[in-house]
């Protein structure tokens, strides 16, 4: 032992030393975020990612110019590529800030002549041809106005074969040959002539669901290429392109002016693609962040941890599905056997205990109680077993048994606690269940194949317009969409009725008839209004999450 | 001794052509990547656009044929889910991921070194037993658990480091020393082991006859002997770690391949899960038939075996 006494020493010197080493550390990472906070006006280079700048909330006068920064958390950004074919839908957060959209929304998921390009549009009785007059104020970050020939080349770019636009399909239906079914008349008049009727292509072509009815410039892309727009886009948004690393962040800075915003509260804001949540909420409670979404099981104890909690309620509906339930050897061929499901759980423990309190029973799959085209007098179904029970024994339920999918889901991480819930009530009611472990995408496959007879599974339905409702129910329900789970000539002649329409009216009055027959005839486990949750600190005062698709109202953080 | 190398290249070839085909199909495995990519009320028709534009609706050979030909004109093909280059992707994330593995390296150097001589040195004491519980540690906390602890500990208590992100160099400290704790542990002990071998040798007690110090027997003489088997493993632990990245890059937002790979398994994207898989491999078979050359030229035995 003695001969090893001097080697304490050096030990001593290492263990120092590596506790100096991270005290420096510290030091230096102080200083770092102060000099961040203190160059937030200057931009800022790929080097470092931009820090959030935590000012205390006050009464804020009138802005003359942006000020300041806000930083959002994400967990996926989409592509990350921001040009209109190059995106899906999930990116549209980032994708609006850059870029106008054809036709305006508004954040109540309605169509506003007041909020896109077009100031004005009309359509022809048939339904065939429309025609849009666009605004001549707006200009593109590099001065060029948005005319016509913008819209057309995007369109083009948007329906091309390459495009990954996640709803292009639903203009390419009406839509084929963009260069000769485009027409423009004067540089803000264009005539879109539709090949069959499309009575919601202002829809398609507008900024609610997808990316699709977003307008890139076609000189600046054509200059530069259009492999290589994406990485130096310019839009005509509030906010121009800075600066990206993809996997990390996308830095924006605001337009002084904009013409469909005004002057945008924030000076830079910044998404970061932070996948796991610890580590996004570990940012907020640092103040390197600003915004995070937040699963519905952590959002009450970040509430009372002092965190503002904004909810987009009703933005998703969850329901199971039936499957092949037109089969003779179905069970749920029987009326009976499907209502006796539907009373067999309870909505409301399922939404304080598998959701956090974070939803509200709801009526009719797929449509959230808050949808278009709903009848609210129509209520979630009761909790009652033993109804169940009786209706079960009445339609001579002999035990089949019933596998269900489970499996995670970005939307619905609590989809494995939600089925043993559900499967808790359905055994306590005499229904012989059994638990399939799997996962979304195989479920799916399944789904396209229909070899699911007394499978179900569950998806939540994101909250869309009426024509998204419209196409969706085509796909879901009608016998001859391909993921349908019904084969019922009644909702064949309905949905067809509704396609028929043309006004908004006559539409809405079809989707209720509709979701009416739905609800009488308990066609899905229908179970609850999903919330989605953000959590805030002082920078927010305030945040309508809206009732747009795939995108959360975040043009109402920079709205001044 | 050409011989020898020639075979070793060629069985690093072989190797990477068997790795080739059980990715391919390995991902191709998983199911349709379309299924993924869509949202969930997207149509079959655009679900067979999309397999089309894809390639994936073409048969297995050709897609096979295809996925060679590119690789051996130096293109990974296109990436299923944003259409750009693969090559494009991993360009941007390769560096950032050789970044890490630098800081990690240079952490497990740093710590493993001086844990690994204490142990041997202060053998059977409670150093000796605190070092190995260190090792023991660090092969047994999960790395994932062990990011979250430290982000709860230094960014949301103590605010002295970032939480995530790519940035100046307090935002390598975290998930550096995530990733190399692992190989910290095997080090460590290896060390300890060889150190202790070479302690017990008959050079070492001609040293201490001639009054040398012990602090130059250990760390000039006995701990260079020692380091041959250490660097040899190291390297390929090294190597690894580009792999093993995955989970701290996931954990601390690290804009790195391991989260590339991440995206690429969650949307089916299964050119970039190839090259990905293929680039480490190709990285670690290197590494490994570097080391074996430059240990049958240190080694005659080897080369003669």
Same mark, same amino acid.
């Given at each position: 032992?003695?001969?090893?006494?001097?080697?304490?020493?050096?030990?001593?010197?290492?263990?120092?030393?590596?506790?100096?080493?991270?005290?420096?550390?510290?030091?230096?990472?102080?200083?770092?975020?102060?000099?961040?906070?203190?160059?937030?006006?200057?931009?800022?280079?790929?080097?470092?990612?931009?820090?959030?700048?935590?000012?205390?909330?006050?009464?804020?006068?009138?802005?003359?110019?942006?000020?300041?920064?806000?930083?959002?958390?994400?967990?996926?950004?989409?592509?990350?590529?921001?040009?209109?074919?190059?995106?899906?839908?999930?990116?549209?957060?980032?994708?609006?800030? +850059?870029?106008?959209?054809?036709?305006?929304?508004?954040?109540?998921?309605?169509?506003?002549?007041?909020?896109?390009?077009?100031?004005?549009?009309?359509?022809?009785?048939?339904?065939?041809?429309?025609?849009?007059?666009?605004?001549?104020?707006?200009?593109?970050?590099?001065?060029?106005?948005?005319?016509?020939?913008?819209?057309?080349?995007?369109?083009?770019?948007?329906?091309?074969?390459?495009?990954?636009?996640?709803?292009?399909?639903?203009?390419?239906?009406?839509?084929?040959?963009?260069?000769?079914?485009?027409?423009?008349?004067?540089?803000?008049?264009?005539?879109?002539?539709?090949?069959?009727?499309?009575?919601? +292509?202002?829809?398609? +072509?507008?900024?609610?669901?997808?990316?699709?009815?977003?307008?890139?410039?076609?000189?600046?892309?054509?200059?530069?290429?259009?492999?290589?727009?994406?990485?130096?886009?310019?839009?005509?948004?509030?906010?121009?392109?800075?600066?990206?690393?993809?996997?990390?962040?996308?830095?924006?800075?605001?337009?002084?002016?904009?013409?469909?915003?005004?002057?945008?509260?924030?000076?830079?804001?910044?998404?970061?693609?932070?996948?796991?949540?610890?580590?996004?909420?570990?940012?907020?409670?640092?103040?390197?962040?600003?915004?995070?979404?937040?699963?519905?099981?952590?959002?009450?104890?970040?509430?009372?941890?002092?965190?503002?909690?904004?909810?987009?309620?009703?933005?998703?509906?969850?329901?199971?599905?039936?499957?092949?339930?037109?089969?003779?050897?179905?069970?749920?061929?029987?009326?009976?056997?499907?209502?006796?499901?539907?009373?067999?759980?309870?909505?409301?423990?399922?939404?304080?205990?598998?959701?956090?309190?974070?939803?509200?029973?709801?009526?009719?799959?797929?449509?959230?109680?808050?949808?278009?085209?709903?009848?609210?007098?129509?209520?979630?179904?009761?909790?009652?077993?033993?109804?169940?029970?009786? +209706?079960?024994?009445?339609?001579?339920?002999?035990?089949?048994?019933?596998?269900?999918?489970?499996?995670?889901?970005?939307?619905?991480?609590?989809?494995?606690?939600?089925?043993?819930?559900?499967?808790?009530?359905?055994?306590?009611?005499?229904?012989?269940?059994?638990?399939?472990?799997?996962?979304?995408?195989?479920?799916?496959?399944?789904?396209?194949?229909?070899?699911?007879?007394?499978?179900?599974?569950?998806?939540?339905?994101?909250?869309?317009?009426?024509?998204?409702?419209?196409?969706?129910?085509?796909?879901?329900?009608?016998?001859?969409?391909?993921?349908?789970?019904?084969?019922?000539?009644?909702?064949?002649?309905?949905?067809?009725?509704?396609?028929?329409?043309?006004?908004?009216?006559?539409?809405?009055?079809?989707?209720?008839?509709?979701?009416?027959?739905?609800?009488?005839?308990?066609?899905?486990?229908?179970?609850?209004?999903?919330?989605?949750?953000?959590?805030?600190?002082?920078?927010?005062?305030?945040?309508?999450?809206?009732?747009?698709?795939?995108?959360?109202?975040?043009?109402?953080?920079?709205?001044? | 001794?050409?011989?020898?190398?020639?075979?070793?290249?060629?069985?690093?070839?072989?190797?990477?052509?068997?790795?080739?085909?059980?990715?391919?199909?390995?991902?191709?495995?998983?199911?349709?990547?379309?299924?993924?990519?869509?949202?969930?009320?997207?149509?079959?028709?655009?679900?067979?656009?999309?397999?089309?534009?894809?390639?994936?609706?073409?048969?297995?050979?050709?897609?096979?044929?295809?996925?060679?030909?590119?690789?051996?004109?130096?293109?990974?093909?296109?990436?299923?889910?944003?259409?750009?280059?693969?090559?494009?992707?991993?360009?941007?994330?390769?560096?950032?991921?050789?970044?890490?593995?630098?800081?990690?390296?240079?952490?497990?150097?740093?710590?493993?070194?001086?844990?690994?001589?204490?142990?041997?040195?202060?053998?059977?004491?409670?150093?000796?037993?605190?070092?190995?519980?260190?090792?023991?540690?660090?092969?047994?906390?999960?790395?994932?658990?062990?990011?979250?602890?430290?982000?709860?500990?230094?960014?949301?208590?103590?605010?002295?480091?970032?939480?995530?992100?790519?940035?100046?160099?307090?935002?390598?400290?975290?998930?550096?020393?995530?990733?190399?704790?692992?190989?910290?542990?095997?080090?460590?002990?290896?060390?300890?082991?060889?150190?202790?071998?070479?302690?017990?040798?008959?050079?070492?007690?001609?040293?201490?006859?001639?009054?040398?110090?012990?602090?130059?027997?250990?760390?000039?003489?006995?701990?260079?002997?020692?380091?041959?088997?250490?660097?040899?493993?190291?390297?390929?632990?090294?190597?690894?770690?580009?792999?093993?990245?995955?989970?701290?890059?996931?954990?601390?937002?690290?804009?790195?391949?391991?989260?590339?790979?991440?995206?690429?398994?969650?949307?089916?994207?299964?050119?970039?899960?190839?090259?990905?898989?293929?680039?480490?491999?190709?990285?670690?078979?290197?590494?490994?038939?570097?080391?074996?050359?430059?240990?049958?030229?240190?080694?005659?035995?080897?080369?003669?075996?």
């Amino acid at each position: 032992m003695t001969r090893y006494r001097s080697l304490r020493i050096p030990f001593i010197v290492a263990t120092l030393t590596a506790f100096m080493l991270i005290l420096a550390s510290a030091c230096s990472s102080s200083s770092d975020s102060v000099e961040s906070t203190s160059s937030s006006s200057s931009s800022t280079s790929a080097t470092s990612v931009p820090a959030a700048t935590a000012a205390p909330a006050t009464s804020v006068p009138a802005v003359v110019k942006p000020q300041g920064k806000l930083t959002v958390a994400l967990t996926d950004l989409g592509n990350e590529t921001p040009s209109v074919w190059q995106e899906y839908a999930f990116g549209k957060s980032y994708m609006r800030m +850059l870029f106008d959209a054809f036709n305006g929304t508004n954040d109540a998921g309605e169509m506003d002549k007041g909020n896109g390009a077009s100031k004005e549009w009309s359509m022809s009785e048939d339904a065939q041809t429309w025609s849009f007059t666009l605004r001549e104020n707006i200009k593109f970050h590099n001065g060029d106005p948005l005319t016509a020939e913008d819209v057309k080349f995007s369109i083009g770019l948007m329906t091309s074969e390459d495009s990954v636009a996640s709803y292009k399909t639903k203009v390419t239906a009406s839509i084929q040959d963009a260069e000769n079914q485009i027409t423009i008349v004067s540089p803000y008049e264009i005539v879109i002539e539709t090949s069959k009727p499309a009575a919601y +292509l202002n829809w398609d +072509l507008s900024d609610i669901q997808g990316v699709e009815g977003l307008v890139q410039p076609k000189n600046y892309t054509e200059t530069v290429g259009i492999e290589e727009f994406a990485n130096d886009p310019i839009g005509s948004g509030p906010y121009k392109w800075v600066d990206q690393r993809k996997g990390d962040f996308m830095e924006f800075e605001a337009m002084d002016k904009h013409w469909r915003v005004g002057v945008p509260k924030f000076k830079t804001f910044t998404f970061r693609v932070i996948p796991e949540e610890s580590t996004r909420i570990a940012a907020l409670k640092a103040n390197e962040v600003d915004v995070i979404s937040v699963s519905r099981e952590r959002a009450p104890q970040l509430e009372k941890d002092g965190q503002k909690i904004f909810s987009k309620v009703g933005a998703s509906v969850l329901g199971l599905y039936f499957h092949e339930q037109y089969l003779d050897e179905s069970v749920w061929k029987d009326i009976r056997v499907r209502e006796a499901f539907n009373l067999a759980i309870n909505r409301d423990e399922l939404c304080e205990f598998v959701f956090a309190g974070q939803c509200t029973p709801a009526s009719v799959y797929p449509w959230p109680d808050i949808a278009p085209g709903t009848d609210n007098s129509l209520k979630a179904l009761p909790y009652d077993p033993e109804r169940a029970k009786a +209706l079960l024994s009445d339609a001579g339920y002999d035990g089949a048994e019933v596998a269900i999918r489970s499996y995670p889901r970005a939307d619905v991480p609590e989809g494995p606690r939600f089925i043993e819930a559900v499967a808790g009530y359905l055994d306590a009611v005499g229904i012989n269940t059994k638990i399939i472990p799997t996962e979304y995408a195989s479920y799916r496959k399944e789904r396209l194949a229909h070899t699911l007879n007394n499978g179900s599974g569950y998806l939540a339905a994101p909250n869309r317009p009426l024509a998204g409702f419209q196409g969706v129910m085509r796909v879901l329900n009608h016998s001859e969409g391909a993921f349908t789970s019904t084969k019922d000539p009644e909702i064949d002649r309905l949905m067809e009725a509704w396609e028929a329409t043309i006004t908004e009216a006559d539409s809405l009055a079809a989707s209720v008839a509709l979701y009416t027959y739905m609800y009488n005839q308990f066609t899905h486990l229908t179970c609850c209004n999903m919330s989605i949750s953000y959590a805030t600190n002082d920078q927010v005062d305030s945040w309508d999450l809206g009732k747009r698709v795939w995108d959360d109202g975040f043009t109402n953080l920079y709205q001044p | 001794m050409q011989r020898y190398i020639i075979r070793r290249i060629g069985e690093a070839v072989l190797a990477l052509l068997a790795l080739s085909i059980i990715i391919f199909l390995m991902v191709r495995l998983t199911g349709d990547p379309a299924l993924l990519m869509l949202p969930p009320d997207a149509g079959k028709e655009a679900l067979e656009d999309l397999r089309h534009s894809m390639g994936v609706d073409k048969p297995l050979v050709v897609q096979y044929g295809l996925f060679i030909r590119d690789y051996s004109t130096g293109s990974f093909g296109d990436s299923l889910r944003s259409k750009s280059p693969v090559s494009e992707l991993i360009k941007d994330r390769l560096p950032n991921s050789m970044k890490l593995v630098g800081v990690a390296a240079l952490i497990v150097i740093l710590i493993s070194i001086p844990l690994g001589v204490l142990s041997a040195v202060y053998k059977g004491t409670l150093i000796d037993t605190t070092c190995t519980g260190i090792a023991v540690l660090g092969q047994a906390i999960p790395v994932f658990w062990l990011g979250m602890l430290l982000i709860q500990v230094f960014t949301v208590s103590l605010g002295w480091l970032p939480s995530s992100g790519m940035g100046g160099f307090t935002h390598y400290i975290m998930p550096a020393f995530s990733l190399g704790f692992f190989t910290v542990a095997a080090i460590t002990r290896l060390l300890r082991s060889s150190l202790l071998e070479a302690l017990d040798s008959e050079y070492i007690k001609l040293a201490r006859i001639k009054g040398l110090s012990e602090f130059i027997i250990v760390w000039k003489h006995a701990l260079r002997n020692s380091l041959i088997s250490v660097v040899t493993l190291g390297g390929i632990y090294i190597a690894i770690l580009i792999t093993l990245g995955i989970l701290v890059e996931v954990v601390f937002a690290w804009p790195g391949m391991g989260r590339l790979l991440y995206q690429g398994i969650v949307f089916r994207d299964f050119p970039v899960v190839q090259a990905v898989v293929m680039i480490s491999a190709g990285i670690v078979i290197t590494t490994s038939l570097v080391v074996d050359i430059a240990y049958a030229y240190l080694d005659p035995r080897i080369r003669l075996q």
